[in-house]
Nanobody, 117 residues
Framework: QVQLVESGGGLVQPGGSLRLSCAAS????????IGWYRQAPGKQREWVAG???????NYADSVKGRFAISRDNAKNTVTLQMNSLEFEDTAVYLC???????????WGQGTQVTVSS
């Protein structure tokens, strides 16, 4: 079955960095686009960054220049490097995938990122 497992969240001061990972299994990872999303308390889930099967990347304006998404098809993982973190980046971060032939997106359980002084 499709599984996505996020890790790497934690507590960090403003200006700090964190590196999130999404480990995938149960589908053909190398041919699947992967996205990172986040959801802060009381707010709607928002898209943060995406990477296509071919390695093309795209970012929300709010994180452009600070976050970097990458993938390792040999390890079936996607990484989100987050630099210059701000209070507003505090949220649960989730990765998502819609494997070929699926009728829906699959989600991980999320990892908490808290930016606080």
């Amino acid at each position: 079955q499709v599984q996505l497992v996020e890790s790497g969240g934690g507590l960090v001061q403003p200006g700090g960095s964190l590196r999130l990972s999404c480990a995938a299994s149960g589908f053909t990872f190398s041919s699947t686009n992967i996205g990172w999303y986040r959801q802060a308390p009381g707010k709607q889930r928002e898209w943060v960054a995406g990477i296509t099967s071919g390695g093309s990347t795209n970012y929300a304006d709010s994180v452009k220049g600070r976050f970097a998404i990458s993938r390792d098809n040999a390890k079936n993982t996607v990484t989100l490097q987050m630099n210059s973190l701000e209070f507003e980046d505090t949220a649960v971060y989730l990765c998502s995938a819609r494997p070929s032939g699926s009728v829906r997106n699959y989600w991980g359980q999320g990892t908490q990122v808290t930016v606080s002084s």
